[in-house]
């Protein structure tokens, strides 16, 4: 018997915020198309679909998928009852063979649904595409199952549309439907909120006033997760922290995770993954951001390339931070998560690890994330040296603030035998230019500035030299600064040298 609620459009939450935008994309689709919606949780995507649907009506079928449609032939039973919904006749000699006591080859019942489904969009007089939403998709594991599919979408007929929504990028041919423009997609940056949309949905959705100011912070460190800025909304309506409606304030102070989103991580993310997984995800959260080289250092198994590239195809709250894709972070409030996983390993084992960070930091020429780890090591006097180097390179000195923070952070012993910084300000005395660093930073397409490393090779880059000559003046192998000069452009937005170059130059940088 099967369950009629899968079947069933999920109904609109009252005063939700309408996706205008993304609605008119999803409207611009056409039949014979994909249409994957892929985020982690708690993104909107089903509330998006129902929104599309209940304000851009058309002929559709609705299916809620669980793990238990896992066998192709309740599959394929769930989904001749789904189309059955719009035309009767649909599937009907598929489903005499579903039921057969020898069942033909399981491609005989796609294909026949195919035929069905041509003939069916053949008679739409409407010129708008039926829909078929297959919602959770990711719950979807059995190669036999998706190998079927893929044969599905390969001959989706040009009046029928799939719509998928998933917290990961299916294994169904992404990339070749991408080249034959027959792939939409809408992923995390698409469904996170801005700050616009944030202001409305605790306005209206939450019923909450809260100031401009604290609207904005709260997108900021929500990234406009939807589920994030819910449970936020939540907390400060009582909930379990005993807040004033309007007393968001409070809330952005914590330190700690809300229960709410700790709970939704918690719940829905990370106990969903396997142990080797959650052992990567909470020890590659040590460092605000990874490579597969840190990982390695870090984890132990080698293997990290692999793990990123799970993580990527999962959705996992995981961001890119350049154009090759060789830095990565995690989603702030997922971190902040990790972290509290991260602090329930023995002191010891949090040291080891952080030390383990900055020898790698330091031996790839990332000297300031160096130090900040050797701090939280505990490792004073390997810090101490490495501020004084830095201190004493005329071409890489840390600015001001920040050598006060580090000192703050020493002993009392440590600190003192470090030269005291001189006030910072924001500008130089002579000259009234903004600082260096402010200068570089316009160069990086993103927030992640550039390392004091990647200044030095951008310097020596501007002046002409070869990879050859940069390496012995920086004293570092030619595998090395090709590692800086990747990561270098990525963060530029630039492939080549040449357009290093001219990027350099249309900021009018002096060095």
Not at 142 to 152: A, D, H
Not at 317 to 331: A, E, I, Q, S
Not at 484 to 499: A, D, P
Request: a negative charge; hydrophobic letters at 40%; proline letters at 5%.
């Amino acid at each position: 018997m099967l369950l009629k609620t899968r079947f069933y459009l999920p109904p609109l939450r009252e005063h939700s915020v309408f996706r205008t935008e993304l609605i008119d994309r999803l409207n611009r689709s056409s039949g014979g198309q994909l249409v994957l919606i892929a985020a982690p949780a708690g993104y909107g995507k089903s509330t998006l679909v129902s929104q599309w649907l209940h304000y851009r009506p058309h002929t559709f079928a609705w299916l809620t998928l669980d793990k238990t449609h896992n066998s192709p032939l309740q599959f394929w039973k769930y989904i001749l009852n789904a189309l059955q919904g719009i035309q009767p006749s649909v599937g009907i000699e598929a489903k005499t063979l579903i039921e057969q006591k020898d069942t033909p080859p399981l491609s005989n019942i796609v294909i026949s649904l195919l035929n069905d489904l041509d003939q069916l969009s053949g008679h739409n007089d409407t010129q708008q595409a039926i829909s078929l939403v297959l919602d959770d998709f990711h719950l979807m594991e059995n190669q036999q199952l998706l190998n079927l599919i893929t044969l599905f979408v390969d001959h989706l007929p040009p009046g029928i549309r799939l719509v998928i929504t998933s917290r990961e990028a299916p294994p169904l041919s992404l990339a070749k439907r991408r080249a034959n423009n027959q792939l939409i997609e809408l992923n995390i940056k698409d469904l996170a909120f801005s700050v616009e949309e944030s202001k409305d949905f605790f306005a209206n959705a939450m019923s909450l006033t809260i100031a401009p100011d604290s609207v904005t912070k709260l997108f900021e460190d929500t990234e406009g997760w939807v589920a994030g800025l819910q449970l936020a909304a939540l907390s400060l309506k009582g909930g379990h922290n005993p807040l004033d409606t309007c007393n968001s304030e409070t809330l952005l102070k914590h330190h700690s995770l809300d229960r709410h989103i700790e709970d939704y991580l918690l719940e829905e993310v990370f106990s969903l993954q396997n142990k080797e997984m959650q052992i990567f995800l909470t020890l590659t959260s040590v460092p605000s951001r990874f490579c597969a080289g840190l990982a390695n250092r870090l984890t132990p198994e080698n293997n990290s390339q692999i793990q990123i590239l799970k993580l990527e195809q999962a959705n996992l709250f995981l961001v890119p931070l350049d154009n090759h894709r060789t830095w990565y972070r995690y989603h702030d409030l997922f971190r902040q998560f990790l972290l509290q996983r991260f602090q329930l390993l023995p002191v010891k084992t949090q040291l080891e690890l952080h030390q383990k960070a900055g020898q790698w930091y330091e031996q790839f020429g990332y000297v300031e994330e160096a130090i900040e780890h050797q701090i939280k090591a505990e490792q004073w006097d390997i810090a101490v040296n490495l501020i004084k180097g830095l201190v004493a390179c005329e071409n890489s000195s840390p600015e001001p603030d920040q050598i006060a923070r580090w000192l703050s952070q020493l002993p009392a012993d440590q600190a003192g035998s470090l030269p005291q910084p001189p006030k910072s300000s924001a500008t130089t005395p002579d000259t009234g230019k903004q600082p260096d660093l402010a200068i570089y930073t316009t160069l990086v397409k993103g927030a992640e500035p550039l390392t004091q490393r990647e200044k030095e090779v951008l310097t020596l880059v501007t002046q002409g030299l070869s990879n050859k000559l940069i390496a012995e003046n920086l004293h570092i192998s030619l595998n090395t600064l090709k590692v800086h000069i990747r990561n270098l452009y990525g963060k530029m937005g630039v492939e080549s040298r040449t357009q290093a170059l001219v990027k350099v130059n249309q900021h009018k940088l002096e060095y």
